[in-house]
């Protein structure tokens, strides 16, 4: 809603007193029944916060105004702040007095910082926590020029904390974090984990940042929390020693499977169960442990499965964890993953007697005798749970040549699995496991290739989406291409791939596109852009009817509908047509870069 | 005539508003006993008649007690509490609260109350709504609106002094229920801008921890375990609350009860309950956070912080509450009366009465309504059962919205709308509300679409429309229906089944009380002073049978005497 109609339903002419817009509000909600005029309710309710935003923006323009028209007071520096008398605050907003640290951008600590709130704190060098003793418990207080960095009384310390504040707990345990990592960290890999002494201090810390949460009110409560939690999300998985004392004070198990659940302790939600659930499986006792350790060790050319490990344990550890916990699959081996995860060994039956494999198999038993010579203890139930190894053996190998062959139609021959899982682990686990469901599935290769081409298409559009600027331009080129080929087989398979992001396998994509596609996979691959999509918030864009007007000449379908499936509305053929014409048009257009890229985005 | 109810967890009150040439004002009505406060709870004596209120309390830790409290924490669920040979449902005991309520006004004005505006807790959930809605109606009220508790405390809070009010928070911790509401007020209007709570915590929890934490060193020889289980729990809980509320006056309290004669007691300090009691503070932060950051208002913002709730008198929650908001909180209302004399004054706005210029009240539904819907994951598994909202919580209410779906099969030939409310992702963790079936013209997955609309009215009625677009069809389901439709037919002889009991004549209720109470002490006391306590209650049963005013009169105070005596002196 605009002001100017927020002003016409409260009628009421344009003011910036509140009062005097909550009581046309009172009045004209007084002379309605709210009952009986639902939207008519809605739309008081909406004209009268459109009109109190509207007032309140216009009031703090004016106090700007007002704000900088006063002579600015001197800047305290840090010598004139041991002048200054105390005012009894217990500590405030001493200047920053190194100018490397200030002008360092640390991110997280400045959202936690800048936020605004009662704890407002000052950006100081503290190293470690052992400078911190010296940090200005008592110094005296400079209020900067800035209104909103109001000295604040940080709430019921007990005094330890007063020695090191709250907010001196608070740098060091993001320093620990972020900040003091070991040289050879590389660029967008995860955190290397806390070395021992540092998980004391980062323990310590957090116990009085978790002690000062406690003791202070509900607002300044939340910003921790909020603070700590997207501390520790952006440190994971160096954080994970962190996250069950965290987890404990701020409750947030409670938030799991909640709508509102925040992204942050979602993320850390699910960590924990999965970190809950490694500890337990380290238990030898623990039901699962030995499937555990077969999964985790690392697999290499010509590795078979465990011995002394029943199947039904590998698989329902598998299994579960894919479901319950799937981040934790990185713990595993792929390799030995791939050797374990199939289904029915009844399948591969046939050329069971063939003398290569009568010679591995008598090979394994003599190994298997040797090894039940050496592990006396070792229960002849055991017998039970051998698998003959060689059927998974053939199967491994089936499943490398699949990835491998997909791998090929993706990125074409210079890039191997290995290649693949250096670049981008996580793509490469994408890789396997899909290979294991489209397995179970029964799914042949040619399927099981589709579907990881059309997963790895959905990443490209998502980080170019999310990275703009050529990339994206590119991107929605080789998009509109393969819409097209889409819309060769029919409509609803070009809306298809439009909702749904799956090209009908069925399309006929010309070698020519399939070779600049795979020319961009492999750029960004390089680039390590295809890892998984980030979360966009979605766009808007308006289309200028220059843009419009091209559509319409070049699809042919009248104006009415184009528009129409410009909102999304009308027969998947208009939409599909539309969608296609309006790619390419916007990537012919010349107009303003911003305003193109605005409607890339959106398509 | 329109009385307002405030039906509680431990205790209840009844107001009315009565007209006066300066303007008018709500009252509390005294009950028979000339407490303005009821307790909640109901007993059945062995000959089947029912007695409610102090004296059904006197009876909990009986032999054969047969009494029931604390029954609102089982509104909207199917159990049953068994009294004497009948089992009860929640909502008919409070129906039988509500009756006596009644009573009491009819007593004090001289007329029958019909209709009322009852209080529920705001978190409470749509069937604990409907469960109150039908207990007002097995009570013969018709129930004009039920409003929510804390919004009924900010009525009376704000309507003390009619100032303009910055947003203040009602942090209402009753006896089984905990709400936080944050509430507006100008130009006459009172709007409600969220409301969080927790349904299952309350005054009763601490008793409980209290209990927990006292009993091992109470009764090192077991005794409590030699007794009927439900009989001891009933003597540690009264216990606890006795000692609970000697802890809010200083820094520690006796916690004793008498089991055959023999008293148990230890000592209880400020300091080991707070300790017990830690983790139930804790559980209170979450809906003030909750709150706060859907109304979007800084604590600091508040103007007050008003309590209600006879829970708020503690004084380790009151500490709590200066901490969580850095300040000391509003105690200008009565944490026991303000809700039942708020429920008065929206009576009286629903009655349109003089003295009451115009107030509106906007409140809003606390709870997020969607339905289920399915959704096809990265890796192309249907995952089923998810939630998706339609009305977010702490949405002003009136309100109407809608949500599109579409079909997730090929040729699927009708779609099932599940209604469900909560804050779960999936729908296992939510109310489940009702349900509707709609056919669908069979067409590729995906194609078809359907329109969800959910109107959500001021008391609490969904009314859930369904349109197809592609045929057109439109259906229609009002979810209050749904479930009255089926409980329609037996209410009215749940109802005749309600008032055929046989309840004990209002005018006698002093006299209950005092019997129950020296049953009681029949019971806790051994030897000489169980004869002499069972011959003064012969000679009341007699005074009482002679039917002679006088003689009733002079036995009861002679009675009272001397339980008054036994128990403050209870013998070693």
Redesign the interface.
Known sequence: MTPAQAWQVLDLAETRDA?AI??A???R??AMD??RD??G??RL?QARDTALNWARRAASVEDDKAETALPTPPEPNGPANQDTPPTGWLYGAPSVEDPQVSGKAEPGLTTRLSAG??EEAPRLDVTGGVAAAQAPAERAIAVGPDPFARPVLL??ESPPDAVMPAWAHEQALYRLLLTDLPDDTPQGADLPPLEGWQEAMALGHLKAVLRHAE?????A??EIENWLANLLWDAWPRSAPLLEPAAAVF?WE?ER?????RPAIAFLNARLRGLRFCEKVQDPAHPLHKAWKELTTPAHQGSRRGWFVKRADVEQLLDGVRRHFPEIERHFDPWRVALWDRKGEDSGGQGWFSKGRLAIFALIFIVQIIRMAMDAGGSSDRHDAFVPPALSASEAAQDREAIGSAIRQVFGPEITFEGLQSLQPDLAALFS??RT?ARSAGEDDAAYAA?VHDLVRERMLATALAEKGQLLADVQRLRGRLLEAARKLGP?QCMAFI??RRLDPRAQVTPAILAAERKLAVKMLDARLLGPPPRLPPARASIPGELVDRVIATTGIPDKRVRAAMGGKGPDADQCAVTIALIEQTLAWKGPAAEREAILSVL | MLIGIDLGTTNSAVALWRNSDTGGEAQLVPNALGALLTPSAVSVLPDGTTLVGAAALERMAMKDGATATSFKRLMGTDRKLRLGRKPFSAEELSALVLMSLCNDVEAHTGTRPTEAVITVPAYFNDRQRKATRRAGELAGLAVRRLINEPTAAALAFGLADKAEREPFLVFDLGGGTFDVSIVEMFEGIVEVRASAGDNRLGGDDFNLALATAVRGRLDPDGLLSKIDERRAEALLLQAAERAKRGLSEAQEAEFALTIDGQRLSATVTSAEFEAQAEALVKRLRDPVVRALRDSQIDAAALSEVVLVGGATRMPLVRKAITRLFGRFPDTSVHPDHAVALGAAIQGGLIARDGGLEEIRITDVCPFTLGIETADRSARGAIQQGLFSPIIERNTPVPVSRSGEFSTMGDNQKQIEVKIYQGEAREVSGNVFLGQLKVPVPPRPAGEVFIDVRFSYDSSGLLEVDVEVPLTGAKHNLVIIDEEDRKAAGDLEARRKALAALKHHPREEAGNQMLLARAERCYEEFLGDVRAVVGDHTRLFVAALDSQDPRRISDAATDLARLLDMIEANPPL
């Open positions: 009062s909550r009581r509000y009172a009045a909600l007084k709210i009952d639902v939207e309710y809605a309710r709130g009662p709430g019921l003791s202070v009110s509900v607002s409560f939340d409750g409670q499977g909640q709508i509102s659940e496991a899909n469901i579907k609803a909702r749904t």
